[in-house]
């Protein structure tokens, strides 16, 4: 396949070469004789890079000589590179633009293992650039080798090993164009010492040849026209939307066909904000912790249109249970999704803004010859379902505050202009639940992974891409201990986060299983963070050593004007620990391994719903 290799995507049905479109990125210095490092680093002012995160080391120390040289690339010293990787991932959600990290051989380029991991679950558009050893020491156990193309081979889209100089421009060419076109995802180049201490004449490639590279098929229209006949005569017709309708931009063209058919919706974990949660039609979150509206109305319906989600086990619960009498449409630009969990009935490949405008069309012409199918009865059951069990918490028995409430009131004082990122646990899906998210990208979250450690640098590299965005990390105790690290990096680089450490003083999601699951047998998940006169560490004072303003809250009389006052700081990050109650839960809950019908709310199991209505 010949193709654009510009970040923006584009299809190219034809095979035929298309020229590269540099209005994004340098104009390139083809026939200049350079060095492979200073090829590097122009290499991606070709490519459009404006900000790069990463750490130095012995293997990559040419490309970070030629870094000084850079005009265009801003390069952000993190305090670890996997606070680097999950930076990189956090200014790719934010700005749809692929991250870039950079690190060395060695420990350098395995520490971005789980940010590469973790890109690759969620389809996020990373480049990583790692120094190798010199090509002619390359398989002789020589100082910090790994065989970081092996390691990650399972984990990336496409990764190559560069040992000559004179394939640099190429090579990252391609990875962007393959981190960016298709679905979204990670790319890995490692680059040989020798190759960046060679000299090349550069050359940027004016076009680029991917055999068997699929860049994302057109949606075939006969299966348009049945998905759309279907959604003209289903009587419980549910939208579930996944993560693909934020990574393809594609949230408008969701907005009309949501508006057109009538039908219920779901938003996933990594699709919140896809569809305003003040939308009538958006029931919230499906899944182990979703609304029991969204939970039943999967279960009850008879058509299921899936859009970029993949049918994922803490959505469907215990899979020969999930939503039996439906038949199910599966739109993705990924044919390897559909069907890999589900059978499906009408599989749709392709990108989700092709999908939307056909089928809005085909749906208009369908409701044009049969007019709109009579949703009413099924308004009135999700109705029910949602004055039933609506989404709430009780007051907690130990003095302390409720997370629920502590999450809310960010999400309200900060508002739906704020980008909201949070780590992994209980505050997490306390977060999903409780903030109302009425725009794309401005959840951001570890959804396939469930990366801790994840929020902090994700934060910041948020921030780093929107500058002018308001950017809230929502962390627990744990995983703020894992990578708080880069509040450094922010301090030192000016990047204002504000950080709110939801602390119960424990593991909260593992304890909340242990309290459920074995017999309150809480084997290792007390951090000694919060509760009683010993703190440690003490959060404030931790965040005061890093250049940060640092509070603290310990009541519910006192939330609203703790975050009004770090709302009011945005010449440093901040740095709030708010003391919650370590008894507190997720509610509602489907257990792994049960049916999505065994849902439990709050600590009393919903009735089961009637699977012959």
């Known amino acids: 396949m010949t193709a654009d290799i510009t970040p923006a995507p584009v299809t190219n049905a034809g095979g035929k070469a298309v020229a590269i479109n540099d209005a994004k990125g340098a104009t390139p210095r083809n026939g200049e004789v350079m060095s492979g490092a200073d090829a590097i680093v122009h290499s991606l002012e070709c490519a459009g890079v404006t900000e790069a995160f990463g750490y130095p080391g012995g293997a990559i120390m040419p490309t970070y000589d030629s870094l000084l040289n850079s005009s265009q690339v801003r390069h952000i010293l993190t305090r670890h590179e996997q606070g680097a990787g999950h930076a990189a991932e956090g200014y790719a959600a934010e700005t749809g633009r692929p991250g870039v990290a950079i690190a060395t051989s060695g420990p350098g380029a395995t520490n971005l293992v789980t940010p590469i991991m973790n890109a690759h679950m969620d389809s996020t558009p990373l480049v990583a650039i790692t120094g190798q050893v010199g090509a002619s020491m390359i398989g002789t156990d020589a100082f910090q080798e790994a ?3 092996g390691i990650t081979q399972p984990i990336t889209k496409h990764n190559v090993l560069v040992k000559h100089a004179q394939d640099i421009p190429r090579a990252i060419a391609e990875a962007f164009y393959i981190a960016t076109h298709g679905r979204p995802g990670p790319v890995l180049v490692d680059i040989a010492k020798s190759a960046q201490q060679s000299n090349v004449t550069f050359d940027w490639p004016s076009q680029i040849a991917l055999p068997g590279f699929n860049a994302g098929a057109k949606p075939h229209s006969r299966t348009i026209e049945e998905a759309a006949r279907l959604l003209a005569t289903s009587r419980r017709p549910v939208l579930y939307v996944g993560g693909g309708v934020i990574r393809s931009g594609a949230a408008d063209g969701l907005r009309r066909l949501v508006d057109l058919s009538g039908a219920a919706v779901v938003t996933t974990l990594m699709a919140r904000g896809a569809l305003p949660d003040s939308h009538p039609q958006n029931l919230g979150m499906p899944g182990m912790h979703g609304t029991v509206p969204a939970v039943a109305a999967l279960q009850k319906s008879d058509l299921i249109v899936a859009l970029g989600a993949r049918f994922d086990d803490r ?21 390897a999704e559909i069907g890999k969990n589900r059978e499906v009935d009408v599989p749709i490949v392709g990108d989700l803004k ?4 056909q089928l809005v069309t085909a749906l208009e012409a369908q409701h044009l010859q049969h007019g709109k ?16 069990f609506p989404l709430g918490y009780t007051p907690t028995n130990d003095g302390h505050s409720s997370p629920q409430h502590v999450i809310q009131r960010l999400g309200e004082i900060a508002g739906p202009e704020a980008t909201f990122v949070a ?17 794309p990208n401005s959840w951001i979250n570890s959804g396939g992974a469930g990366t801790m450690g994840f929020s902090v640098p994700a934060a910041m590299g948020a921030k780093v891409g929107d500058p002018d965005r308001l950017v809230w990390a929502i962390d627990g105790d744990g995983c703020f201990q894992m ?4 509040l450094v990096t922010c301090a030192i680089n000016d990047i204002p986060i504000k950080v709110a450490i939801v602390n119960n003083s424990s593991l909260g999601m593992v304890r909340q299983w242990q309290a459920l699951f074995y017999n309150e047998r809480y084997s290792h998940t007390d951090l000694n963070t919060g509760h009683g006169t010993a703190r440690i560490p003490d959060f404030v004072k931790l965040a005061e050593a890093m250049g940060c303003a640092g509070l ?14 770090a709302m009011e700081i945005n010449d440093r990050p901040v740095v709030v620990d708010f003391t919650v109650s370590a008894d507190a839960m997720v509610w509602p809950m489907i257990a792994s391994g049960a049916t999505n019908d065994e849902i439990k709310y709050a600590k009393d199991i919903a009735p089961e719903f009637d699977r012959e209505d």
């Open 354 to 357: 092709d999908v939307f405008a």
């Open 483 to 486: 990578t708080n690290q880069e």
């Open 423 to 439: 780590g992994v646990g209980q505050h997490q899906m306390w977060a999903s639940q409780f903030i109302k998210y009425e725009r």
């Open 147 to 149: 065989d970081i193309v």
């Open 373 to 388: 199918p009579d949703l009413e009865a099924w308004w009135q059951q999700i109705g029910a379902w949602r004055e039933t």
């Open 315 to 335: 959505v469907t619960g215990k899979l020969s249970g999930f939503a039996p009498n439906a038949t199910i449409v599966h739109a993705d630009i990924d044919p």
């Open 552 to 565: 603290r809250c310990e009541t519910d009389a006192d939330v609203d004007s703790t975050i009004e006052a």
